[in-house]
C-alpha cells in the first residue's frame, strides 16, 4: 500500500472513530480494580518513589486517578512509569498522546518506532518507542494504551476500539502507560532493552488494577 494511500485511509478512520463517539453512548463510569496507588513501591528488583504531579497539569490531563513513580534498581538507571486512567472519555476529557505532550514541555523527537514486549501470559504487544531529546539530555520512552485486556500502540486503532466498546459493552474507560529511562553514556538499545525489561515486569501488578 502507497503511503500516501495509507495516511489518508488512517485519517478517514481516526475521523470516522470520533464522529462514532459523538454518536454513542460515552460509556458508564468503571473504577479500577484498586486504587493506582496501590500498585507496589517494590517489586522485582526495583524500589520506587512517589513523583506529585502539579494540580494544573492534572486538570488538563483530566485523569480519574493516575500513578506517577520513579524506580531505581541497583546499578541501574531509573526508570520512570506513569500510568493516567480514565474511567469513561468524553470529547475533551479523553487520553491525551504523549506525541503532543513532550514537545510542550521542551522535549523534542529524534526517532520514533515501535518495540516488542512480552505479556505475562507468553504473548507480545507492540508499544511505541521513542528516543527524546532536550539539550544534552537524552530519554527513551515506551508508551501504550491499555483496556479490556488490550495493549495498543496505534492511537487511531485506540479510538476505533473504544467505538466498539462503547457501543458493545457501553464502557469507555482505559489507561495511558508510559515508561520513560534516560540514556545517560548508554546507546539507545541499553535503554531500550531496560525500559522493555521494567515494562515486562510492571504489566503483572498493572493487570491486576486496570479493569479487564
Known amino acids: 500500500m502507497k503511503p500516501n494511500l495509507r495516511y489518508?485511509?488512517?485519517?478517514?478512520?481516526?475521523?470516522?472513530?470520533?464522529?462514532?463517539?459523538?454518536?454513542?453512548?460515552?460509556?458508564?463510569?468503571?473504577?479500577?480494580?484498586?486504587?493506582?496507588?496501590?500498585?507496589p513501591l517494590d517489586f522485582g528488583t526495583w524500589s520506587g518513589r512517589d513523583i506529585p504531579i502539579d494540580r494544573d497539569v492534572l486538570k488538563v490531563a483530566a485523569v480519574d486517578d493516575y500513578l506517577n513513580r520513579v524506580y531505581q534498581s541497583t546499578g541501574d538507571a531509573p526508570v520512570s512509569l506513569y500510568v493516567g486512567y480514565y474511567m469513561s472519555q468524553q470529547t475533551g476529557d479523553a487520553i491525551h498522546s504523549p506525541k503532543n505532550c513532550l514537545p510542550g514541555s521542551g522535549w523534542e523527537p529524534v526517532s520514533a518506532g515501535r518495540s516488542e514486549i512480552a505479556l505475562p501470559d507468553g504473548k507480545h504487544a507492540l508499544v511505541n518507542s521513542y528516543l527524546i531529546e532536550k539539550g544534552l539530555d537524552r530519554e527513551l520512552v515506551l508508551y501504550w494504551y491499555q483496556s479490556h485486556g488490550r495493549i495498543i500502540a496505534s492511537e487511531y486503532w485506540a479510538k476505533v476500539y473504544m467505538v466498539r466498546d462503547a457501543l458493545?459493552?457501553?464502557?469507555?474507560?482505559?489507561?495511558?502507560?508510559?515508561?520513560?529511562?534516560?540514556?545517560?553514556?548508554?546507546?539507545?538499545?541499553?535503554?531500550?532493552?531496560?525500559?522493555?525489561?521494567?515494562?515486562?515486569?510492571?504489566?503483572?501488578?498493572?493487570?491486576?488494577?486496570?479493569?479487564?
Open 8 to 39: 489518508w485511509m488512517m485519517l478517514a478512520l481516526l475521523a470516522g472513530a470520533t464522529v462514532g463517539l459523538r454518536l454513542v453512548s460515552h460509556g458508564e463510569p468503571v473504577h479500577p480494580v484498586n486504587p493506582l496507588a496501590t500498585f
Open 168 to 212: 458493545k459493552l457501553n464502557r469507555t474507560d482505559s489507561a495511558l502507560v508510559r515508561v520513560v529511562t534516560p540514556l545517560g553514556r548508554n546507546s539507545p538499545q541499553i535503554a531500550q532493552a531496560r525500559a522493555i525489561a521494567f515494562a515486562e515486569q510492571a504489566l503483572v501488578p498493572l493487570n491486576r488494577l486496570i479493569p479487564n
